[in-house]
């Protein structure tokens, strides 16, 4: 059974940090690239940063709104990929989702997401 568990989330003051972390199972992570998507109410789900396996160079990607403020990383031992979030703003709240994509194939599997509020 696939699962894609994110953890991590919270209110935090504008200026904080926070780490999501995504732990799965299920299926063969290693050969997954992995993506974290944000929504926020009203709008629709957006990327927010990316990172391939190991057989396509483990190069991450970034959504403009949180180049320099965010770091995506992977730890394939664990099967978990991690979101530090850093210099966190109001316009960052949302729900945050982790995805699975396979490297070749059209597979991909969801986390149910975890709630990030930002607010004073």
């Known amino acids: 059974q696939v699962q894609l568990v994110e953890s991590g989330g919270g209110l935090v003051q504008p200026g904080g940090s926070l780490r999501l972390s995504c732990s799965t199972s299920?299926?063969?992570?290693?050969?997954?690239?992995m993506y974290w998507y944000r929504q926020a109410p009203g709008k629709e789900r957006e990327l927010v940063a990316l990172?391939?396996?190991?057989?396509?160079?483990?190069?991450?990607n970034y959504a403009d709104s949180v180049k320099g403020r965010f770091t995506i990383s992977r730890d394939n031992a664990q099967n978990t990929v991690y979101l530090q979030m850093n210099s966190l703003k109001p316009e960052d709240t949302a729900m945050y989702f982790c995805?699975?994509?396979?490297?070749?194939?059209?597979?991909?599997?969801w986390g149910q997401g975890t709630q990030v509020t930002v607010s004073s």
């Open positions: 990172i391939n396996c190991p057989r396509t160079g483990g190069t991450t």
């Open positions: 995805n699975a994509k396979h490297w070749v194939f059209s597979t991909e599997y």
């Open positions: 299920g299926f063969t992570f290693s050969i997954y690239d």
